[in-house]
């Protein structure tokens, strides 16, 4: 009894006063939160995994894909609404099989041709490129997966998009390639440092988090600490590791890009369909640089910010020198510099001005005197095939 008693005295009071201040102070917190605020606060990890389950109403398990859209699924955020359609591409169905006369384009690429920031399907730059060239009876197909590189893009050409019957095949990519480049020892399939986490980066696995995760109060003093600095706690970064970042990808993973990019416009030109390479762009908006740079880092871990965007100009270099200007056409539409930091909601990403300016950089290429839809609309484009 003498023992039971002085760990009840010694061990278990003061562990319940302990836990219970623990709790009056974290109920205080919330509280305060809530007074300035209007709404309970939540942690960041708590506002992941409730991101994470807005996610699979429009995401899910792929067993080919990693990733891919949810037929019929949907995703609304604030400020945020998508739908996908039947097929699990976001906006809405289009006829099959392909109408008579119809020019079909499908745009493939991860979350920049998903167009995560868009307000809803209407405004992401290939339903607004859509848009623009309807009045010559042509349709757009967004084809893009948040996290997908040209690998996933690729495999979906394969197995889904060419059925579509395209004319035309977008490829926007770049970015997420240098996410597995970075990684070492990198892997040609891109099996390590991207497929293997691609699913937890993106939100369709709910991430773990611990216990203390879920204070409120803890993650107040965390970011204190740290002189007001907030870390996310909720994103975690693509992967962690103690190695130095690199200030270059492997000239492997430029050839495996090439590859890749290779066998997209074999496999486009089989179904009969050119293909338009799109130069990527990372930009560092006034004001803003170091949130920036540090979320592009966050997604290219193996790389410093100058090596992620060295990657990327090899990866545009490459895209420009597979151009022959008739089954393969390149464009850069950042090189005349007419983009501005509003153009973005982020460093990669479009804002909604941003997103109109890029849909009306491709039109102004396929309705050129060379573009694939400068003939007259009784004749098919050169290197087109009908269907």
Not at 161 to 172: C, G, S
Not at 293 to 300: A, D, G, K, L, P
Not at 358 to 376: E, I, K, M, V, Y
Request: one cysteine or more.
């Amino acid at each position: 009894m003498k023992l039971l008693r002085a760990l009840t005295a010694n061990v278990v009071v003061p562990l319940a006063l302990a836990l219970g201040l623990f709790l009056v102070l974290e109920g205080g917190c919330r509280a305060a939160g809530r007074v300035t605020s209007g709404a309970w606060p939540a942690t960041r990890a708590e506002e992941r995994a409730a991101f994470s389950r807005h996610v699979r109403g429009a995401l899910a398990r792929h067993p080919y894909l990693v990733i891919a859209g949810q037929p019929g699924g949907r995703l609304d955020l604030p400020g945020i609404s998508v739908r996908m359609n039947a097929r699990g591409y976001r906006g809405p169905d289009v006829p099959m099989p392909k109408p008579a006369g119809r020019y079909r384009i499908v745009c493939t690429g991860g979350s920049t041709t998903f167009d995560v920031r868009a307000a809803d399907d209407a405004q992401t730059w290939p339903a607004l490129l859509g848009a623009l060239l309807a009045a010559k009876d042509v349709d757009v197909v967004n084809a893009g997966i948040s996290g997908w590189t040209t690998v996933e893009s690729l495999i979906s050409l394969a197995l889904r998009d060419i059925d579509l019957a395209p004319d035309l095949v977008i490829v926007y990519a770049g970015i997420n390639d240098a996410q597995p480049a970075g990684f070492s020892p990198f892997a040609r399939d891109y099996a390590r440092g991207h497929a293997e986490i691609l699913a937890r980066t993106v939100g369709v696995d709910p991430p773990p988090f611990s216990l203390f995760s879920r204070s409120f109060l803890i993650q107040t003093l965390g970011d204190a600490l740290r002189g007001g600095r907030r870390r996310d706690a909720g994103h975690e970064v693509a992967w962690k590791g103690t190695a130095a970042r690199a200030s270059d990808v492997p000239e492997e993973a430029v050839a495996v890009f090439e590859r890749n990019l290779r066998s997209t416009i074999a496999l486009a030109r089989s179904g009969g369909a050119r293909t338009l390479l799109v130069a990527q762009s990372v930009r560092l908006r006034k004001g803003r640089e170091a949130a920036d740079r540090e979320y592009y880092e966050s997604w290219t871990p193996g790389l410093t910010f100058a090596g992620a965007e060295h990657a990327l100009s090899r990866y545009n270099a490459v895209s420009r020198g597979l151009a022959d200007g008739h089954d393969v056409l390149f464009l850069d539409p950042f090189a005349s510099r007419t983009f501005v930091d509003a153009d973005f909601a982020d460093p990669v990403h479009f804002s909604a001005t941003g997103a109109d300016r890029f849909a009306r950089a491709l039109a102004a290429l396929l309705t050129g005197p060379d573009g694939p839809l400068a003939a007259s609309r009784g004749e098919r484009p050169p290197g087109t095939t009908s269907r």
